[in-house]
């Protein structure tokens, strides 16, 4: 089983809200991203970091921003939730790879995220 | 456009009997392809990863082959269990960048029946 956690597991929240997403790994991996996914959908890059204070967008445009202050945190936060932003939210993170990309990927269990 | 198809969507197959799902993908350049089973409300979990040189690669109940000239994979199940019921997704890795940018498909969902 991966050391990934995600908190919380589900959030239900009003609109207008500012929410953060928590990310912790324990295996000491540079690489971590977040994937954004609909149900029945496929999964969605929508951000990404090579380590600490490195942070890039992913293929998917998001209202979201993220920080890398340490390499086990992956924070993400949406200033104000609206209902479009209701989805599932996946952590992930993997050692470095080499262009073959052939590092594990581990996810977190998610986290649930409704906007009223 | 780097794709990853999957079917059939979904399927319900009873206790104990074997199926196959398929996949075909247009990633380019090809690295590597994996297969995850996702429960529900869950984060996907590896099956298994398949370079361009591997055929095959088994984990327990689990077989994927992989044929990269067809650009196309299979998962076989074997004799499936209640526990067997999730999403499985194939998702494939393109080669050189240094992300590890990984495309996934939309998965079929499997359901066993007792």
């Known amino acids: 089983e991966a050391d990934i956690y995600q908190t919380p597991r589900y959030l239900v929240i009003g609109t207008g809200k500012k929410i953060t997403l928590e990310c912790s790994q324990t295996m000491g991996h540079d690489k971590m991203y977040w994937y954004q996914q609909d149900p029945g959908m496929e999964l969605h890059l929508i951000h990404y970091?090579?380590?600490?204070?490195?942070?890039e967008k992913g293929d998917l445009s998001s209202e979201s921003t993220v920080s890398r202050i340490r390499t086990e945190h992956f924070p993400l936060t949406l200033e104000s939730a609206r209902p479009s932003h209701t989805s599932q939210y996946l952590c992930?993170?993997?050692?470095?790879?080499?262009?073959?990309?052939?590092?594990?990927?581990?996810f977190g269990p998610g986290t649930r995220l409704t906007v009223t | 456009k780097n794709q990853v198809e999957q079917s059939p969507q979904s399927l319900i197959i009873l206790e104990g009997k074997n199926c196959t799902l398929q996949c075909n993908y247009t990633v380019s350049p090809f690295s590597n392809l994996r297969w995850y089973k996702q429960d529900t409300g869950r984060g996907p979990v590896s099956l298994t990863i398949m370079t361009f040189s591997e055929n095959t690669k088994s984990n327990g109940r689990y077989t994927a082959t992989l044929d990269a000239d067809t650009k196309q994979s299979s998962l076989h199940i074997t004799a499936s269990q209640l526990s067997d019921s999730a999403s499985y997704i194939c998702v494939v890795s393109d080669r050189g960048s240094t992300l590890g940018r990984l495309y996934f498909g939309r998965g079929t969902q499997l359901t066993v029946w007792p």
């Open positions: 992930a993170s993997s050692e470095a790879t080499g262009t073959l990309n052939l590092g594990e990927q581990y």
């Open positions: 970091s090579y380590g600490v204070n490195s942070t």
